[in-house]
């Protein structure tokens, strides 16, 4: 079964940052594409990040410029850097992965940006 768990959220600044991580468990597939959804209170899912095995990622042009994907593969570990937050950022940020029509969530960690 696989699990993702996110963490690194919490209240910053307007121009702060922070890193978001998703640690990933039971993952038996072999190709499979991570990602970084996010959505605020009263709007749409987001997605906002991606990365696939071979490493190519892709961004929202909300976010591009600010906000990085990478991972560690040796940990099974994404993450999402986010550089000068504004206060339209502010969701509950989301980890996904999607491999072979296979559609899995975590549960979410907040990121509050405000004076």
């Known amino acids: 079964q696989v699990q993702l768990v996110e963490s690194g959220g919490g209240w910053v600044q307007p121009g702060g940052a922070l890193r978001l991580s998703c640690a990933a468990s039971?993952?038996?597939?072999?190709?499979?594409?991570m990602g970084w959804y996010r959505q605020a209170p009263g709007m749409q899912r987001e997605l906002i990040a991606t990365?696939?095995?071979?490493?190519?990622?892709t961004y929202a042009d909300s976010v591009k410029g600010r906000f990085t994907i990478s991972r560690d593969k040796a940990s099974n570990t994404v993450y999402l850097q986010v550089n000068s937050l504004k206060p339209e950022d502010t969701a509950l940020y989301y980890c996904?992965?999607?491999?072979?029509?296979?559609?899995?969530w975590g549960q979410g960690t907040q990121v509050t940006v405000s004076s």
């Open positions: 039971g993952i038996v597939f072999s190709f499979y594409t």
């Open positions: 996904n992965l999607q491999s072979m029509g296979h559609v899995y």
């Open positions: 990365m696939n095995n071979g490493g190519s990622t």
